[in-house]
T-cell receptor
Framework: SAVISQKPSRDICQRGTSLTIQCQVD?????MFWYRQQPGQSLTLIAT?????????ESGFVIDKFPISRPNLTFSTLTVSNMSPEDSSIYLC????????????FGDGTRLSIL | DQQVKQNSPSLSVQEGRISILNCDYT??????FLWYKKYPAEGPTFLIS?????DKNEDGRFTVFLNKSAKHLSLHIVPSQPGDSAVYFC??????????FGGGTRLMVKP
């Protein structure tokens, strides 16, 4: 499966600031996704990153708070804007190749703490 | 409303014995089910999947069983090894892109 690199692996940020997380894949993939795992919770899909167009957001997530870019088939960024302590979570990038029922593969995540 | 549930937050098993992790779902539109393993400070690693047209899929020590009428799937690990100690998530897909995850079960395999 593809090798997925996320940067940074962790960060501690001040409230009100923004942080951009990068996801780089070593091969072209069809789909890229961003998930959040809040403390003690399961994984929740934030959005699907679409190449060359606006991301598709799930209920409860908006572009102003989580702007996403996907300029090509191997790279995407997620920005967490105007952070508050409630945004302290692990943010994960995942990818899927091909169509139909195929597994998603995940990066190691970015552990974000907001003071 | 949790569409995918893992009712056991933790499970402890002796090395060499069978580990059985369970998962229940409510959405009958789910047609593809997956199991992931997660170690601390790492992302989830894909283990095994099953399509709704099957009732069993096997890969080495891992077997997933699907009971559609009961909306239940299970992951069997035989024999269990200490390196299997991790959090296991089941996930389901309904022909779209969205994976819905269960809450996870922490498996501890004792030597």
């Amino acid at each position: 499966s593809a090798v997925i690199s996320q940067k940074p692996s962790r960060d501690i940020c001040q409230r009100g600031t923004s942080l951009t997380i990068q996801c780089q894949v070593d091969s072209q993939v069809t789909m890229m996704f961003w998930y959040r795992q809040q403390p003690g919770q399961s994984l929740t899909l934030i959005a699907t990153a679409n190449q060359g167009s606006e991301a598709t957001y799930e209920s409860g997530f908006v572009i102003d708070k989580f702007p996403i870019s996907r300029p090509n088939l191997t790279f995407s960024t997620l920005t967490v804007s105007n952070m508050s302590p409630e945004d302290s979570s692990i943010y994960l990038c995942s990818v899927r190749s091909g169509a139909g029922n195929q597994p998603q593969h995940f990066g190691d995540g970015t552990r974000l703490s907001i003071l | 409303d949790q569409q995918v549930k893992q009712n056991s937050p933790s499970l402890s098993v002796q090395e060499g014995r069978i580990s059985i992790l369970n998962c229940d779902y409510t959405n009958s539109m789910f047609d593809y089910f997956l199991w992931y393993k997660k170690y601390p400070a790492e992302g989830p690693t894909f283990l095994i999947s099953i399509s709704s047209i099957k009732d069993k899929n096997e890969d080495g020590r891992f077997t997933v069983f699907l009971n559609k009428s009961a909306k239940h799937l299970s992951l069997h690990i035989v024999p269990s090894q200490p390196g299997d100690s991790a959090v296991y998530f089941c996930a389901a897909n309904n022909a779209g892109n969205m994976l819905t995850f269960g809450g996870g079960t922490r498996l501890m395999v004792k030597p």
